[in-house]
């Protein structure tokens, strides 16, 4: 069974950090690029960060760039995303997604982590 499984959302005031954690199982994980994205109620949902199989290429938003650092730990099974700086503009719901770099295409997609900015 494929899951991926966000977690480490929560409430954080402006300037604040939070690290996002996203837990695999089910695929191979390590053949798969993964991805944060995030959905702000009423706007449609954008790719926040993405990193390549080995971790060695990234890549970010401009709207998060210098403040958020996506990462990941193959033998755990796991993508991180460490946010700082948090702003106002950051509350969503953040979703893991993983892409099969190859073929058969794969796309797997987490529940979400509600993720609150506010003072």
């Known amino acids: 069974q494929v899951q991926l499984v966000e977690s480490g959302g929560g409430l954080v005031q402006p300037g604040g950090s939070l690290r996002l954690s996203c837990a695999a199982s089910?695929?191979?994980?390590?053949?798969?690029?993964m991805y944060w994205y995030r959905q702000a109620p009423g706007k449609e949902r954008e790719l926040v960060a993405a990193?390549?199989?080995?971790?060695?290429?990234?890549n970010y938003a401009d709207s998060v760039k210098g403040r958020f650092t996506i990462s990941r730990d193959n033998a755990k099974n796991t993508v991180y995303l460490q946010m700082n700086s948090l702003k106002a503009e950051d509350t969503a719901v953040y979703y893991c997604?993983?892409?099969?770099?190859?073929?058969?295409?794969?796309?797997?997609w987490g529940q979400g982590t509600q993720v609150t900015v506010s003072s």
């Open positions: 089910g695929f191979t994980f390590r053949n798969y690029a």
């Open positions: 990193i390549g199989i080995t971790g060695g290429s990234t």
């Open positions: 997604n993983g892409k099969r770099v190859g073929f058969p295409q794969r796309d797997y």
